[in-house]
């Protein structure tokens, strides 16, 4: 079974600054498929950037870059040049190879961003 | 519109009544995704409708959950007898379907269901 494990419980940056949030996964398949979302308190979740598995390059999006270190499973998200409106939960999620193409998602982590 | 629509945003019922929360994807969109978040168990997978297949109910919790889409479009998620253990959010969302690449899901806001 697949499974995803965020066990940062909380993290600050300041304003500007750069944060990494980690992410590491369990899988078999050698196919799949890495996502971030970030969900604000207003409850709706926001896609924020794919890493694919067989990705030459890490994914970037803006300021939100992912570490993909593949051999140690880990697909950590990296915002730059935090922002006040960074602050939300960040989750971290995989999708299954399975025909139905679930998401599997981490616990969270939540971003507090300091003025 | 433009993105995932649910309502309502907020639904609070009695313990025993029936609910049912709605779910508008995006234009285009084959497949569609209900998902549960909840304190404690996180976000769950619920059930999942890609075009006019059988849907795959293998998240739903109790034979008191149910979801159908018409038309290959709205989706209604429907908890009859509710229980206090069914508060949490329902999402939903939807995505261009299998076959594409990164095949991203996007989410609406969610119905908050709070059962007394």
């Known amino acids: 079974a697949q499974k995803i494990t965020q066990t940062q419980p909380g993290m600050f940056v300041q304003e500007k600054e750069a944060v990494t949030l980690d992410c590491t996964y369990d899988?078999?398949?050698?196919?799949?498929?890495l996502f971030w979302y970030k969900q604000p308190s207003s409850g709706e979740m926001i896609f924020l950037i794919y890493?694919?598995?067989?990705?030459?390059q890490n994914a970037t999006e803006g300021r939100y870059s992912l570490n993909f270190q593949k051999a140690r499973k880990s697909a950590n998200l990296v915002i730059s040049a935090s922002q006040l409106g960074d602050s939300a939960m960040y989750f971290c999620?995989?999708?299954?190879?399975?025909?139905?193409?679930?998401?599997?998602f981490g616990k969270g982590i939540t971003l507090s961003v300091r003025p | 519109g433009a993105g995932v629509s649910q309502s309502p945003s907020n639904k609070v019922t009695e313990k025993g009544k029936d609910v049912e929360l709605r779910c508008d994807p995006i234009?285009?969109?084959?497949?569609l995704y209900w998902y549960r978040q909840s304190l404690g168990q996180g976000l769950e997978f619920l059930i999942y409708?890609?075009?006019?297949?059988?849907?795959?109910k293998s998240g739903l919790p109790s034979d008191r959950f149910s979801a159908e889409r018409t038309g290959g479009s709205v989706s209604t998620l429907t908890i009859q007898r509710t229980q206090q253990e069914d508060s949490a959010v329902y999402l939903c969302?939807?995505?261009?379907?299998?076959?594409?690449?990164?095949?991203?899901?996007?989410f609406g806001a969610g119905t908050r269901l709070s059962v007394l």
């Open positions: 969302a939807s995505s261009v379907g299998q076959g594409v690449y990164k095949n991203i899901q996007y």
């Open positions: 899988t078999s398949d050698p196919s799949y498929g």
């Open positions: 890493q694919g598995s067989y990705d030459q």
């Open positions: 999620a995989m999708r299954d190879t399975g025909a139905n193409s679930k998401l599997t």
């Open positions: 234009s285009g969109h084959t497949a």
């Open positions: 409708f890609q075009g006019n297949s059988a849907p795959d």
